[in-house]
């Protein structure tokens, strides 16, 4: 029963009418465009790997080879099961580097346009056979159900013209770098689902119309010929070699990485892809028999690849829902493949050999080019049509394309796990690989269309593609050439340092630093300013705004490191539609880097640490805790209570721990990447000062808002070689609680010196006022008398002088009572060390003159020394009051001052019993005495040790003591206080 030609061709309208409204639905926000990122949507768009393959040629294989139809399934779904093995690699380099077609990946990968170039030829060879088939498969079954036996090219026309208007308003209307069309993932999506439903439809209806239920069907199967024991089987080989042609497929047909990598929204879809698209493909496959015994039960003469057909032959509502289904899984794989291939050869055929020069808008003539590359792909695919689809079944150019995609398989495995290979390799196995194919399988079949009966002499029919043992021997043969080929040059050419580093990018298991270069651009505008050359102003401007969005940058952005990922964000972006080799061209020329004279080349961690984050869910094993451990070590570092900032060798800031925010009160996110010199007051200087500084350590107090901070820095360079560093890491102590506490403690052991020196000074100044008192009772004797002016004037300046000695006395107390505040006294003013020796000794004579022990300075120099003389005042007197205390009445102390070129030794030497060896090693720790309870705090010689520290000297104690001065008697204790001269 045939149904009307204009009937058919209506139907088809209207659902490609209906398919671009659901797209052009979600695109305007009609149908939310969620749902594109909704992980069983994405995975259903996997359907569209159910070409007129599996609508019709699988009953033509189920037919021929019985059971053996089932290994092109079987191929697709170990293809989605080792998704995350293959694809969540591959996906993290396209994403990374706006990869827009399986060519650029090779192109990526062996830096080779050639690369690029020659994957490009290739796959259009390939797609074409399978482009071809999908033409014959709508425009058989329409003339089929129509009964036409004539017009077969003027019905391919008009097929290849409707799609060829649908796929310029689906992919083409618009240009975008983001390259994704949610709305075309959801009309992929419902295309699925519509042919799923539609042969489980047409399977219920032959078990249970056709044959009445399942054991009527058993019946007819036993008294038939079609029982499966009774079909052509597979052998082994072609078994596996169909079976691996399948499994490469979505890897490199240009429709499946449309969809699976360009349009994909995150890895976390292929976790769904995993079971969906699998439980899809074996329900697909379920209803092959079913089809295939129902069509040739209703209708015995049924051709085997449009059995489907035979179900309704006397139902035209049956044909016009089966021949719906078989126009969707032809039309939808149609417009994305040539979709996918006018980008490919837009990005590989033209735009690395011609770009136009002098265009305002580049990109409006990137996108007429790709409508006349998609006009171009169709013209072609019907003229390959015309030259053999209209001769060959199904199932020949099916076998053809998928042997063709089968030969980047050596590619796709170098990408992924080899690193060694080599573009010379991979260029050299392909055009092998290729060129065998097209002589064993594209050759017989031009031949054939040709009907040219002297060359088909020659490749007789073990060539052609009407037997098993051809198809096998083809892909067999012309894999194996080029894996050889491929692995034997590799393995005798030399990788380029371009080639390792791409190498190192598409492999996470051995990741290394890639270096990092200064640019000349030193802002966001200068970028413009140099884009603007190739792609024009207004195009410019929207990269650069759209790249400095994309980052959350401002037009202001000047640091090395974030002008570098811009530079690189742009780049990918541009990638995304003019292909990763012209972008890369565009930006190595306009935005370069600095050469190595101008600039050192410097290794970059960034690098590293976005790779290991991209794939550290990947790692298993050892790999996953030496990941852990990583992190673990990179958060003690930024929770360390101890600030730490790492500093590159170029002086760029990598790293601000929060321990370093809160003493800077500067945020990481605003200093990580600038240099060290764009800091704010006081760290600029700081640390660029203290980076050049020959000493490791370092104590000062700097002003943070307002506020003194005392901090103590310490620093250790990073190794690099011999005579090279590779930065610096400073950590950073806030010690402001510390030295406060210090300075109250240093204040309170004044006191206490204070208390000790009551008595003296009550006696020392009892003296001056007696005299005063006597002086003024003999001006009261005198007052009766006649007493010259001489006479006054020396009893009032004797007055005078004794006021004076009181008044001196009094404020040498007060001095030295002062709290010791760093914001009134510095270690940066010059200071006599005589005098500051000889105030010491007053004051310690003056807290008890009842002792018989004599302190005697045998020093003579006057050496200026930078210095706060209070606490050096303070150290003096609590190591000779030390010193009285070990000593014996009569006995003697020493001072003794020698000196060399930069540095004042002073010692003070005891007669006293000394210290025992044990207690040397704790005489400096905070609160340990050898004096009795009540006698000492334990906190003079800590206090001492660290005031000689703060002044970048040295305090040592030595007991028993050797020495000329006293008598050569193995006797006594000797401090030695170091300090620099002025």
Known sequence: MTIHLTTLLLIA?????????????????????????????????????????????????????????LAPYIGLCLSFIFFPLLYRPILSIV???????????????????????????????????????????????????????TGFSWMALCYCFLICIFTLLFGARTLSSTEKHPGLVVAIAFESILKLVILLFLSYYAIFHIFGGVSELNIWLSSSAFRLDNLQTLSPTPWFLMTLMFFIAPFVMPHMFQIGLKENRGSFQFKTAVWVAPIYIALMAATVLPILWG??????????????????????LINLIAYTGGFAASTGIVIVAVLAMSSMMLNHFILPFYQPKNQTDIYDWILWTRRKLIIFTLFIAYLSYLLFGNIQNLSNLGFVAFIGTLQFLPGIIAILFWQRATKKGFISGLSLGMSIWILFSIAPLILEGLNNEAMELIFRKPMRFLTTDAWVKSATISLAINSIVFIAVSFFTKQTEDEKNAANACNANTIKRSLKRELKAQSPLEFIQQLSKPLGQVIAEREVETALKQLNYNIGEFRPFALQKLRDTIETNISGIMGRSAAQSIIKQHIPHKTEQEFPVQEEL????????????????????????????????????????????????????EAMTLISNIPSSN???????????????????????SQNNKKCKVNINGQPKWLSLTKNKNIKNKHQFDGTIILVEDQTDTQ??????IHNERLASIGRLAAGVAHEIGNPITAIDSLAQE?????????????????????????????????SLVNFSHSNDQSNASINQKHDIHTIIEQSIHFVELADKQADIQIINNNKLHLNIFCDSQKLTQVFINL????????????????????????????????????????????????????SVGSGTGLGLSLAYGIIEEHSGHLSAHSPVLCDTLNNTNIGTRFTISLPLA
């Open 13 to 69: 309208f209207i659902y490609l009418l209906g398919l671009f409204f659901i797209a052009y639905s979600v695109e305007k926000g009609w149908i939310s465009q969620k749902l594109a990122k909704n992980p069983i949507v994405f995975s259903l768009s996997f359907g569209i790997l159910c070409s007129s393959w599996m609508f019709y040629g699988s009953t033509g294989m189920a037919y021929r080879y019985g059971i053996g139809y």
């Open 95 to 149: 994403r990374t580097y706006k990869l827009g077609s399986i060519a650029d990946l090779f192109a990526f990968r062996f830096r080779s346009k050639i690369a690029g170039l020659l994957s490009t030829f290739a796959i259009l060879l390939a797609v074409l056979p399978f482009l071809t088939m999908q033409i014959q498969a709508v425009t058989d079954a329409t003339l089929l159900l129509s009964g036409n036996t």
């Open 295 to 316: 069509g040739k039960r209703n209708q015995p003469g049924a051709f085997e690849e449009f059995a489907i057909f035979g179900l309704g032959h006397e139902s035209p």
């Open 606 to 657: 960034y690098f590293v640490e976005r790779h290991l984050e991209g794939f550290n869910k990947q790692f298993t094993g050892l790999a996953a805790q030496l990941d852990q451990l990583r992190q673990y070590h990179r958060q003690t570092l930024i929770d360390l209570p101890l600030g730490v900032c790492s500093i590159s060798d170029d002086n760029e800031i990598i790293m601000w721990n």
């Open 671 to 693: 200093i990580v990447g600038y240099h060290v010199s764009q800091l704010n007051d006081p760290f600029d200087q700081l640390l660029s000062d203290f980076i050049i500084d």
């Open 740 to 745: 406060m506490l210090e300075q109250e403690l």
């Open 779 to 811: 001006l009261n004797y005198m007052a009766d008398e006649e007493v010259s002016s001489d006479d006054l004037k020396l009893i009032s300046s004797q007055i005078r002088e004794q006021a004076n000695r009181v008044n001196q006395i009094v404020q």
């Open 880 to 931: 000779l009051n030390n010193a009285k205390d070990a000593s014996s009445d009569g006995q003697k102390i020493f001072i003794e001052t020698h000196t060399d070129d930069f540095t004042v030794i002073i010692d003070i030497i005891d007669h006293g019993e000394g210290i025992i060896p044990e207690y040397l090693e704790q005489i400096f720790d905070p609160f340990f005495t050898t004096k």
